[in-house]
């Protein structure tokens, strides 16, 4: 099975989390853009998507899948039922690195109102230490060096995204060499600092399931 069979079949498996009547949070990013794909045969039976980027809005829209702003959704509804996204990497623990399509802030809350995080990645992501896919970092532009300096304090070789913006106007600096052995030590420290707008683990945040594609199909992680 291809890396792209795969995606599709754990983008596939995420529907079973989808409840009718619900709004569901959309990740951003090639395995997400696969659910969505699956989500547009289920249109007419949910109430509508929370997405996590503007990428995934225009997706969803194109779909003719209602996209629902997260406080109007959030008016409705107490939470959302699920949010289904893709990850960089996961470790045992379920904890991830996230944002390497730059969406990690919007991705975060969106699943922070979400009662479940179904993350559905190919086995390429999974590692027994998160770190080795550079850490994304999104910074207001004006704290770009002085959290560059924090960085690199940490013992990370902390490198700008070039040419990129957020969809909150910010920067990307992607934070190469880290090993990290504790996931949400680490996602607290870099969040104490000023000027980080959200780092890309996901701990507070980790997936409640993990739907892994392998060749032999779907393996599921978690409950
Ligand atoms: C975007 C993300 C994505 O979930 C992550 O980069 C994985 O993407 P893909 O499904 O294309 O491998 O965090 O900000």
């Known amino acids: 099975m291809t890396q792209d069979e795969m995606k599709k079949k754990v983008a596939e498996a995420a529907l079973e989390y989808v409840k009718s009547g619900s709004i569901v949070g959309v990740g951003t990013g090639s395995t997400a853009n696969m ?27 194109g779909h003719g899948i209602p996209v629902l702003d ?38 975060k809350i969106v699943a922070a109102a979400s009662d479940s995080f179904v993350c559905i990645v190919d086995a390429s992501k999974r590692v027994e230490y998160l770190g080795a896919f550079p850490l994304p970092v999104e910074v207001i532009p004006m704290a ?10 940490i013992g990370g070789n902390p490198v700008l995204r070039e040419g990129f913006i957020t969809d909150n106007g910010n920067i990307i600096i992607d934070v190469h060499d880290l090993k990290i052995t504790d996931a949400r030590a680490l996602e607290d420290e870099l969040n104490s600092v000023p000027g980080v707008v959200t780092n890309g683990v996901f701990s507070h945040q980790g997936a409640d399931v993990v739907l892994m594609g392998t060749a032999d199909g779907v393996q599921t992680i978690g409950n």
Request: aromatic share 4%; charged share 35%; proline share 0%.
């Open 70 to 107: 997260l406080n109007e959704a959030l008016s409705k509804v107490d939470s959302l039922s699920v949010y289904v996204d893709g990850a960089d990497e996961f470790d045992a623990g379920k904890n991830l690195t996230k944002g390497g399509g730059g969406a990690l802030t919007r991705e």
């Open 35 to 61: 659910f969505i794909d699956a989500l547009a045969t289920r249109k007419d039976d949910i109430l509508g998507a929370v997405a996590s980027s503007e990428a995934t809005a225009e997706r969803l829209r």
């Open 144 to 153: 770009r060096e002085l959290v560059t300096d924090v960085l690199r304090r």
